[in-house]
């Protein structure tokens, strides 16, 4: 079948046409999303207790590696925040649940969720859209910033717990249903991962995706024929604010815990190297990073002999994947025109046919 293309960009005449070409299928790719999700699907079936419960834990911080790919992957913006935006809701959540007895998860699911979108939107109003067109490095030091400050704060706040964290937070409930640790919360987990991954699926293919990948790869050309660049990219980090916080509301009741390290820069720079290990700029990609290096610093730090120095190991391997695959693990299979798309030049003198 022929290649869909679409023409946001206007040619100058004598020159080649800069045109977005999308496949209209794409099969590796879509094939390694079912497989995915399939594998999900099954797996409390055939594994212990201990791995349902840590896969649950996978699939919460793979939400957030999701929320990080819309920004990077898709918009350009290097997030060093998004722990800023998952560890707020957390804490949210658990004083709610601390102070009121409040663990119903219909209400406190939304709120998380809704607290991630506005400090995200915040923070867009502070590092997007200012007067100039912040450059990729202010944006990430400035959430890099964001998420040190708010886990300094959080260690010295005695009414949060300080550096002991809060606890104390009740068991989530959805009506009169509870969910403990085990199937009931990683089938929650997963139906919440999958709704999330299809609306973004269906925002990153939408009009509005198209707009995304001509702003990643021509930002100053799709600002000179009027797109309001910025703003487009406050709705992202916004909406990539609101996965992560109802990743992190979430990850409270999972717990029954939040601490300092869940908004810091340490978990901050993990999600990014989720993406980056599995593949930025395809979804599913931040997903099996997020597995990959969970599944192996487990497997690394019960290993006796490298005990104290795996996460050297570790480090090191996800560098060489990073510098010799810089398409990430999903790279070797899906290749870039099924990815995301890619900008290309047509031949022909005059403006595109």
Same mark, same amino acid.
């Given at each position: 079948?022929?290649?869909?293309?679409?023409?946001?960009?206007?040619?100058?005449?004598?020159?080649g046409a800069?045109?977005f070409?999308?496949?209209?299928?794409?099969p590796?790719?879509?094939?390694v999303?079912?497989?995915?999700?399939?594998?999900?699907?099954?797996?409390?079936?055939?594994?212990?207790?201990?791995?349902?419960?840590?896969?649950t834990?996978v699939?919460?911080?793979g939400?957030?590696a999701?929320?990080?790919?819309?920004n990077?992957g898709?918009?350009?913006i290097?997030?060093?925040?998004?722990?800023?935006?998952?560890?707020?809701?957390?804490?949210?959540?658990?004083l709610?649940?601390?102070?009121?007895?409040?663990?119903?998860?219909?209400i406190?699911?939304?709120?998380?969720?809704?607290v991630?979108m506005?400090l995200?939107?915040l923070?867009a109003m502070?590092?997007l859209?200012?007067?100039r067109?912040?450059?990729?490095?202010?944006v990430?030091l400035?959430? *890099?910033? =964001?998420s040190y &400050?708010?886990?300094?704060?959080?260690a010295?706040? /005695?009414?949060? +717990?300080? !550096?002991?964290?809060?606890?104390?937070?009740?068991?989530?409930?959805?009506?009169p249903?509870?969910?403990?640790?085990?199937?009931?919360f990683?089938?929650?987990?997963?139906?919440?991962?999958?709704?999330?991954?299809?609306?973004?699926?269906f925002f990153?293919?939408?009009?509005?995706?198209?707009?995304?990948?001509?702003?990643?790869?021509?930002?100053?050309?799709?600002?000179?024929?009027?797109y309001?660049?910025?703003?487009?990219?406050?709705?992202?980090?916004? *909406?990539? =604010?609101?996965i &992560?916080?109802l990743?992190g509301a979430?990850?409270? /009741?999972?717990? +029954?815990f !939040?601490g300092?390290?869940?908004?810091g820069?340490n978990?901050?720079?993990?999600?990014?190297?989720?993406?980056?290990l599995?593949?930025?700029?395809?979804?599913?990609?931040?997903?099996?990073?997020?597995?990959?290096?969970?599944?192996?610093?487990?497997?690394?730090?019960?290993?006796?002999?490298?005990?104290?120095f795996?996460p050297?190991?570790?480090?090191?391997?996800?560098?060489?994947?990073?510098?010799?695959?810089?398409?990430?693990?999903?790279?070797l299979?899906?290749?870039?025109?099924e990815?995301i798309?890619?900008?290309?030049?047509?031949?022909?003198?005059? +403006?595109?046919p």
């Amino acid at each position: 079948m022929a290649d869909v293309v679409h023409k946001p960009v206007v040619s100058k005449a004598g020159e080649g046409a800069l045109a977005f070409s999308r496949p209209s299928r794409l099969p590796r790719l879509l094939m390694v999303e079912i497989a995915v999700f399939l594998a999900l699907a099954v797996m409390p079936l055939f594994l212990e207790f201990f791995w349902v419960v840590f896969l649950t834990k996978v699939m919460i911080l793979g939400m957030v590696a999701l929320s990080f790919d819309l920004n990077w992957g898709y918009s350009g913006i290097m997030s060093f925040g998004q722990a800023l935006f998952f560890g707020t809701s957390a804490y949210v959540v658990g004083l709610l649940g601390r102070d009121m007895d409040l663990a119903q998860g219909l209400i406190t699911l939304p709120l998380g969720a809704l607290v991630g979108m506005t400090l995200a939107l915040l923070m867009a109003m502070f590092l997007l859209l200012g007067k100039r067109a912040p450059t990729v490095i202010f944006v990430s030091l400035g959430t *890099l910033t =964001g998420s040190y &400050a708010a886990e300094r704060l959080a260690a010295a706040w /005695y009414y949060i +717990g300080g !550096a002991n964290g809060l606890s104390g937070i009740p068991v989530l409930s959805l009506g009169p249903v509870e969910f403990f640790e085990g199937p009931e919360f990683y089938y929650l987990a997963f139906s919440l991962l999958a709704v999330v991954y299809l609306g973004c699926r269906f925002f990153v293919r939408s009009q509005f995706g198209l707009v995304l990948a001509g702003m990643r790869e021509q930002e100053r050309r799709l600002a000179f024929f009027g797109y309001r660049v910025q703003l487009f990219k406050a709705i992202v980090f916004s *909406l990539s =604010g609101l996965i &992560a916080g109802l990743a992190g509301a979430l990850y409270a /009741y999972h717990e +029954g815990f !939040a601490g300092p390290r869940i908004l810091g820069i340490n978990l901050s720079t993990m999600i990014v190297l989720y993406a980056l290990l599995g593949g930025s700029g395809t979804l599913i990609g931040a997903i099996i990073g997020c597995a990959m290096i969970e599944v192996g610093s487990l497997f690394l730090a019960d290993q006796p002999v490298i005990r104290d120095f795996w996460p050297v190991i570790l480090g090191v391997l996800m560098l060489l994947v990073i510098l010799l695959k810089p398409t990430g693990i999903l790279g070797l299979f899906v290749p870039d025109r099924e990815r995301i798309g890619s900008f290309r030049r047509e031949s022909g003198t005059g +403006g595109a046919p």
